[in-house]
Structures are given as structure tokens and as C-alpha cells.
């Protein structure tokens, strides 16, 4: 099916973002659905898994399960809507091609969502190229310079330094 595995570090779980909203959400959720009952949030688990894979997405305008199983999941609601003359089909690999196609409608819903969040997030970046003899001032982040940010109250800037060398377009 082409399926890949990301895998992400543990100094830098986020991959795209998207991890940290997903995160965001199942924290509320769970938050909402366990309440005081705290000792029994395992038995909790299915019904947020489900809450949360029922929800439309706002790049694809689809449920989750959707996309990943292909069909909706029953649920007394969607027994009462269903439309009878949608059938799937039995053999497997048809099935399967159906999903496949399936599945490009929705990145490429993805792709366009993205590409007009890309557009709308950079509309007032503007691209910058540094050259060997610029001046330039660096930010001291403390994952990167953990000797120089060992408190709030020291600089968060230092320079001006002498760009020496190009190496590409980010570094």
C-alpha cells in the first residue's frame, strides 16, 4: 500500500507540527471525557480514539477513519443516513485500487490545503540569502548554545559576526 514510517527524535518529537495539535487535542478531549474519574482512564481511551477519528478535518474535509479504513464506521447515526446503494466491493483487489484512489483524492486535498496554509503563513516573509562578509546576529537557543543561555536573564542575541562561508541557502 506504500505506507512509510517517520520516525521522530527525541529532542525533536514535532515533524511537521502536526503533532503538537493532534496532542493538543487528545489532551483536551481526554481532559473532557475523564474528568474526575481519573483511575479509569484506560477504559476511557476507545471512546476518545473514536471521538477523535469522527471529527472532520479541516484540510480534507473527511473523518479519519475515512481515510485511512475507506469506509465510514458504523455508528447508530450513520446506520439512519448510509445510503443503500453504496456497496463495496468483494474482491480484494479491487478493493484495494479503490482505496488507492481513495487515498489520492485525498492528499491531493491535503497538497492544495497546504500549499494555500503555506502561502497565507509566508505572505509577509521575505527570503534571505546571506553572503560570505555579511554581518549577521544569532539567536542563542538554549538546544543549541546550552553554555551561553544558562538563565532568562542572560542575552538571547549575540554578534555581529562575519559570514565566512556560504554553505547553501540555510546555513
Request: proline share 6%; charged share 25%; glycine share 2%.
Amino acid at each position: 500500500m506504500g505506507t512509510k514510517l517517520n520516525y521522530s527524535t527525541t529532542c525533536h518529537p514535532q515533524m511537521n507540527g502536526q503533532f503538537e495539535v493532534t496532542n493538543r487535542i487528545l489532551r483536551t478531549l481526554l481532559r473532557a471525557l475523564i474528568k474526575t474519574n481519573s483511575k479509569a482512564w484506560d477504559l476511557i481511551l476507545p471512546h476518545a480514539e473514536f471521538s477523535y477519528s469522527m471529527a472532520p478535518r479541516k484540510a480534507t474535509s473527511l473523518f479519519p477513519f475515512k481515510i485511512l479504513y475507506g469506509v465510514e464506521p458504523l455508528n447508530p447515526l450513520y446506520l439512519i443516513l448510509r445510503p443503500l446503494d453504496e456497496k463495496l466491493s468483494v474482491e480484494a483487489s479491487k478493493r484495494v485500487e479503490e482505496i488507492k484512489h481513495f487515498h489520492e483524492q485525498v492528499k491531493l486535498k491535503i497538497e492544495k490545503s497546504t500549499t494555500s496554509y503555506q502561502a497565507q503563513a509566508n505572505k509577509h516573509k521575505r527570503k534571505v540569502a546571506f553572503q560570505p562578509r555579511d554581518s549577521v546576529w544569532i539567536h542563542l537557543m538554549k538546544e543549541r548554545f546550552p553554555s551561553k543561555r544558562k538563565s532568562k536573564l542572560m542575552p538571547r542575541v549575540d554578534g555581529p559576526f562575519e559570514v565566512l562561508k556560504r554553505v547553501n541557502d540555510n546555513a
